[in-house]
């Protein structure tokens, strides 16, 4: 019974893991088309953003948003993901 129990919170993690890689790739798709269309409408002429650094501006903070959903979600997930099973064991 206790080899079923930990194949199970193993393959629970590994699936935990492999979906915080999925919304990490969907982030990173997300953000780079966001900001083609961001960048050629402001070039166009259609937005006007000034100054003309401000347009970076959003850009570079979703960025590091970006840096720190890898670094608090997907680097760790294994470790969140085990945290939580011993917290709900306790």
């Known amino acids: 019974m206790a080899g079923a129990l930990e194949d199970y919170k193993r393959l629970l993690i590994e699936a935990h893991v492999e979906d915080q890689k999925e919304l ?8 780079i088309v966001v900001n083609i269309i961001w960048f050629a409408l402001n070039y166009m002429g ?3 953003v000034e100054p003309m650094l ?3 501006y959003s850009s570079f903070c979703w960025g ?9 979600y997907v680097r760790n997930a294994e470790n969140i993901c085990k945290l939580k099973g011993e917290a709900t064991e306790s």
């Open 64 to 72: 590091l948003l970006i840096v720190f959903h890898w670094w608090s």
């Open 54 to 56: 401000a347009m970076w």
């Open 46 to 48: 259609s937005i006007k």
């Open 24 to 31: 990490f790739r969907l982030h990173v798709i997300i953000y």
